[in-house]
């Protein structure tokens, strides 16, 4: 058997200086360096806050987040697997299946900040992973169209491609700013970026069906 080349390891598993400070620190995953970054230059996380964090498995921005808002606060997760650690109410359901009026409830008011690590599994066919990303970027979006506050914030993750601009330009219709950034620990070779959008105004949609998507079940 010949000898591997270099070079030719999976670049997503080596333990690079943000995996291994995330063991340090008792995170179970590196991207949490990524919330890191983007919570330094904008502060999306209040102390108190109340937060949603959709891809919340294995828990790495969840448990972050929770630190942030503290005991006064609640950060509920959705993801499909069982994350790690659950440092707050957990909904094990895909997104796509998800109500506003749940997480709402879950969440006991309207929420602050609506945060989305979400990802398929990739396949290595570049526009098809690109494809379901941003299908999974805009059931996010219409979860924290229906459940943000006015002035909350959305911060979302977005696998580069064609589709890409259309989902900021569809952000800046409410949202008063909408960042692209591409922080320091999402790797190199990563088509990954994320928007972080604050300032949520209401979409001027006031129909009764749009109404029902924003109020909780029993409202
Ligand atoms: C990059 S990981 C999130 C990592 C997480 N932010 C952390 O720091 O621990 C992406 C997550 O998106 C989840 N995901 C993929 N499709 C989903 C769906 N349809 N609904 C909910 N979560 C989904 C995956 O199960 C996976 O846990």
Redesign the pocket.
């Known amino acids: 058997m010949g000898r591997r080349r270099r070079g030719s390891q999976n670049p997503y598993r080596r333990a690079d200086r943000f995996t291994q400070r995330a063991h340090a620190e008792g995170y179970?995953?590196r991207?949490?360096y990524k919330l890191t970054e983007i919570q330094r230059r904008f502060q999306p996380l209040r102390r108190g806050g109340r937060v949603v964090d959709?891809?919340?498995?294995?828990?790495?921005?969840?448990r972050y987040a929770a630190q942030i808002v503290g005991p006064g606060g609640i950060v509920v997760g959705?993801?499909?697997?069982e994350p790690q650690t659950s440092p707050g109410p957990l909904i094990l359901r895909?997104?796509?299946e998800v109500t506003p009026g749940e997480v709402h409830a879950a969440l006991g008011g309207a929420a602050d900040v609506v945060l989305s690590?979400?990802?398929?599994r990739t396949t290595g066919d570049t526009f098809g992973d690109h494809v379901r990303q941003l299908e999974?970027a805009r059931s996010a979006l219409q979860l924290a169209l229906a459940l943000l506050r006015p002035g909350g914030a959305f911060v979302c993750k977005v696998f580069d491609g064609e589709e890409a601009p259309s989902f900021v330009t569809e952000l800046r219709r409410c949202f008063g700013r909408v960042k692209r950034v591409r922080p320091e620990a999402v790797r190199q070779r990563s088509r990954e970026f994320f928007v972080v959008a604050t300032g949520f105004t209401p979409p001027p949609d006031r129909s009764p069906e749009a109404a029902a998507r924003r109020a909780p079940p029993d409202a």
């Open positions: 179970a995953a991207s949490v959709l891809g919340c498995s294995p828990g790495s921005w969840w959705v993801d499909i697997d895909s997104v796509l690590d979400m990802a398929p999974l």
